[in-house]
């Protein structure tokens, strides 16, 4: 245990999943007292006992659903009458749905934007009346590679729109909470092995496309992406605002 975010309490979304999870545990270890949630319950309390059995603090709002603004609420309000306040929100979870342009359907379309653009809105619109009340809070939100560049082996057509306004939006926001001290940030990691990518490194071709894009030649681990939100959380970021951080090895430099 360390003391890099002593005391901050911090908003994690879809501690269920890896990035998530990774990020609590860390986050955790540095003193945070950290407010999971997960749409998936098993998950969320399996990443609960983690942390508290290493010693940290952490609560979660299990099958929470981000798309509902009434539950973005109850999140916000489960953080502030466990802890008092709210110092760091990290915008993790999403839910992409694939198909290239003349494929996707409609409602995979709508579902894509709900599930990875719609609900960090939500949520960043909850917690605002608490982030702004925190001297030095941060925002932090998830975006992606595929808001900068794109992969010939991903029709991510949805995902790259999704993705691309919230890396816009994070500007928008640093913009706004600029008077209040509230800093707001993107990340935006490339190929990352989860749950979700699992699968997909089974097929040879898909591998070879993907990585091949990858200056360091493997792809990244959620501990990676975890490292580089719990900077943007701490008060080493404190000049950090209005940015993107990519964490692709390099896809994006050639």
């Known amino acids: 245990m360390s003391d890099r975010l002593k005391g901050k309490v911090c908003i994690i979304t879809g501690t269920g999943g890896s990035m998530g999870r990774a990020a609590a545990l860390m986050f955790a270890r540095q003193g945070a007292k950290v407010v999971g949630c997960d749409i998936n319950r098993e998950a969320a309390e399996a990443t609960i006992d983690e942390v508290q059995s290493m010693g940290g603090e952490?609560?979660?709002?299990?099958?929470?659903?981000?798309?509902?603004?009434?539950q973005c609420k109850r999140l916000v309000d489960l953080a502030v009458s466990t802890y008092g306040r709210v110092d760091v929100l990290f915008n993790n979870a999403a839910m992409a749905y694939f198909g290239w342009v003349d494929e996707i359907s409609n409602d995979d379309w709508h579902r894509t934007i709900d599930q990875e653009l719609n609900?960090?809105?939500?949520?960043?619109?909850?917690?605002?009346?608490?982030?702004i009340k925190s001297p030095g809070a941060s925002i932090i939100n998830t975006a992606s590679?595929?808001?900068?560049?794109?992969?010939?082996?991903?029709?991510?057509i949805a995902h790259s729109a999704a993705k691309g306004a919230v890396l816009s939006m994070t500007r928008q926001l640093a913009m706004e909470g600029r008077t209040y001290g509230l800093r707001a940030n993107s990340i935006s990691p490339g190929l990352i092995e989860t749950k979700q990518t699992l699968p997909l490194l089974e097929n040879p071709e898909w591998v070879d496309v993907m990585i091949g894009k990858i200056m360091l030649g493997r792809i990244g681990k959620p501990e990676e992406v975890a490292a580089t939100a719990l900077f943007l959380a701490s008060d080493e970021s404190s000049f950090i605002t209005g940015t993107d951080i990519k964490i692709d090895g390099g896809t994006t430099a050639w």
């Open 58 to 70: 952490m609560v979660s709002l299990s099958e929470c659903d981000l798309t509902d603004v009434k």
């Open 119 to 131: 609900l960090v809105f939500h949520l960043v619109r909850a917690a605002w009346p608490e982030l």
């Open 145 to 156: 590679v595929s808001a900068w560049s794109t992969y010939r082996m991903l029709p991510g």
